[in-house]
């Protein structure tokens, strides 16, 4: 392959290689016309001419790229809203994304680090697929952005979703629609998840503000996937019919879906016997389900956005407390008033 040369496009434009140097890094050309500008980018692009990216860093003192490390982002259709909210920023600013999928590896992780800013990318985000306390990797530089974790030592800019405030409008909507009996189907605590934890102190919160005593037999732990959540759901709906819940809040939508097919299988209607809230809007999950599911949504998109905003500099952080991106319930279909005999 011939390599195509300033030279080249200085010749097809009729101009020196100086102004197509300046023309070309950007450089404020005071004395080159906006006609001869424009020409010398048409001539560059006729011919396939490159800048060369290292020369112009090294002038510059930008790459133009920003390292993003994550465990196992790129990989999942749950969290990958994020990578396209800080893609979208990087592009409005110029910037390329450079993605490095670690898949919780440390070693791996070492090594991105190590190859990112050997590169001297402008700006760093470490992100993690769903919400916890993180350990910051050795190395990784102070500046750096945590999106969808906190770190557990130290201050760092870091955006994380508002599980808790998500947990209270969850269990609002239900108890705006009648409900007091309503159970709450939480991730097992061997996960050890934060969020469970977030959600679980907002269902309990909107129970006092209602003045409804905790039920503990309402509240059941299951894996949290749809058959955790059938079987969690079904323990419940077994209960004798005074004991029996008439809505659910599910850890996730993974969780509800389970719990949508522990009432069919019992005959039960939703919402007209059961209602369901579910929690992370899951692409094919939640707007799918027979009825679509009312869910709080996690905000990925907007996590990432915001994290990349701050890590080129566009918004500012505090540093000492982690931003609490805003989760918004989805209303759906499958909320509706308690069945008749339960109600006040």
């Known amino acids: 392959m011939v390599r195509v040369r300033m030279a080249d496009v200085a010749a097809r434009a009729g101009v020196s290689t100086a102004t197509v140097s300046m023309v070309l890094s950007g450089g404020k050309g005071k004395r080159i016309s906006p006609e001869t500008q424009q020409r010398v980018r048409e001539a560059a692009e006729a011919v396939g001419y ?3 990216s290292v020369a112009r860093s090294l002038r510059t003192q930008q790459t133009r790229m920003v390292g993003l490390i994550s465990d ?35 070693e791996a992780e070492r090594l991105a680090l190590q190859a990112l800013t050997g590169q001297q990318v402008d700006a760093l985000i470490y992100a993690c697929m769903w919400h916890r306390v993180v350990e910051v990797p050795p190395g990784l530089p102070q500046d750096a952005v945590l999106l969808d974790c906190a770190p557990a ?4 800019a870091a955006v994380v979703p508002a599980e808790r405030a998500g947990g209270v409008a969850a269990v609002r909507e239900l ?33 006092a503000e209602a003045g409804i005593e905790p039920d503990p037999a309402l509240h059941v732990r299951a894996e949290p996937v749809a ?14 019919a005074e004991r029996r819940p008439t809505a659910m809040f599910c850890f996730n939508d993974r969780m509800a879906m389970g719990a949508y ?19 992370d809007d899951q692409q094919l999950v939640a707007a799918e389900l027979d009825p ?7 905000p990925h998109y ?11 500099g566009v918004r500012q952080a505090d540093p000492a407390v982690p931003h609490l991106m805003p989760c918004p319930i989805i209303r759906r279909a499958s909320v509706g008033p308690p069945p008749a005999q339960f109600g006040d």
């Open 72 to 106: 196992t982002i790129a990989s999942t259709p749950y969290a990958g809203r994020m990578l396209a909210g800080a893609n979208d920023v990087a592009r409005e600013q110029g910037h390329l994304v450079v993605l490095v999928d670690t898949e919780r590896d440390v």
């Open 227 to 240: 058959g955790g959540g059938r079987e969690a759901a079904g323990r419940l709906l077994d209960l004798p």
């Open 50 to 52: 490159r800048t060369n």
């Open 261 to 279: 097919a522990a009432a069919h299988r019992r005959g039960l209607s939703i919402p007209d016997d059961l209602s369901i809230v579910g929690y």
């Open 175 to 207: 108890v705006a629609a009648g409900h007091r009996r309503i159970a709450f189907l939480d991730a097992e605590e061997r996960f050890g998840l934060v969020a469970s934890r977030l959600r679980y102190e907002g269902y309990l919160e909107v129970l």
């Open 292 to 298: 679509p599911l009312t869910t709080i949504a996690l």
């Open 153 to 156: 030592t130290g201050d760092r």
């Open 302 to 312: 907007e996590m990432g956005r915001w994290a990349m905003e701050v890590a080129l």
